[in-house]
């Protein structure tokens, strides 16, 4: 479910999971394993892609909807764990959005160091409460830290999702570039930054991110088990249990 591409010292980890990139068991445990063992295969930096037009879909919710409680709890403990790689990895993660990125897609990239975001008609944002998830903690504070706390909770509460043009007003992503350079341009980011000294960028970079790193240091364990009850509420099951009948229509439909 990732495909690996070496560009030099850097390495791009594509998820292949058609036709949405959705965020199940398989992927995030693969995708965490390809983040932490990295900088073992001597990796100097990351970019994080998806195929053209699907970044990725965020959770796989048809899928996750099949798990008992003991499955699903798992699922949340790996998810944080991918997370936290990101937010702690020791080499630069640049993510390269080339599609839409709903809910769990922008949160793979919340946790990079840098955002590019392919030109076009997609949708960015966590949308997480409209679709009967309450926003965990952890997501919430690095949306915070991205976009400031006013924005924060505009994008949170409504769970509205933008174009990439608001994204970039924002501050959710940091650069828009032609769809068929997204990648090439996260993969010259990550060139540039390796231009530098390397210890001092290293040094800088872990002092500059250490306010996300904190953000798994509290009492996550905690955190996560209020996240996974409320998985299980009677409001977010009956939600998700509708959007996922909707969906099943329209692809009968079609």
């Given amino acids: 479910m990732i495909l690996t591409i070496e560009h030099g010292k850097v390495r791009e980890l594509q998820l292949n999971h058609p036709p949405a990139n959705a965020l199940g068991p398989q992927l995030i445990s693969e995708l965490r394993n390809a983040i932490e063992h990295a900088p ?120 509205t999702l933008i174009s990439p043009a608001e994204a970039a007003q924002v501050g959710l992503v940091d650069e828009i570039v032609p769809a068929e350079s997204v990648i090439q341009a996260a993969v010259r980011w990550c060139d540039e930054l390796l231009d530098f000294p390397p210890q001092a960028v290293a040094l800088t970079r872990r002092k500059a991110r250490a306010d996300l790193a904190i953000l798994f240091d509290s009492d996550v364990n905690a955190e996560l088990d209020e996240v996974i009850a409320g998985w299980w509420a009677d409001e977010t099951q009956t939600v998700l249990r509708r959007l996922v009948d909707e969906l099943a229509k329209k692809r009968a439909k079609a």
């Fill in 40 to 159: 073992q295969d001597g990796v100097r930096a990351l970019v994080l892609s998806g195929f053209p037009g699907r970044f990725s879909g965020g959770l796989d919710v048809p899928l996750l909807l099949t798990l008992d409680r003991t499955a699903m709890a798992a699922v949340w403990k790996d998810f944080y764990a991918l997370l936290r790689a990101l937010a702690c990895s020791p080499i630069p993660v640049a993510a390269a959005i080339t599609g839409h990125a709903p809910a769990g897609g922008t949160v793979l990239a919340l946790f990079c160091d840098r955002r590019f975001v392919a030109q076009g008609d997609w949708k960015i944002g966590l949308n997480e409460v409209r679709v009967g998830i309450p926003l965990p903690p952890v997501i919430l504070g690095a949306l915070q830290r991205t976009v400031g706390m006013r924005q924060a909770e505009r994008l949170a509460v409504t769970g």
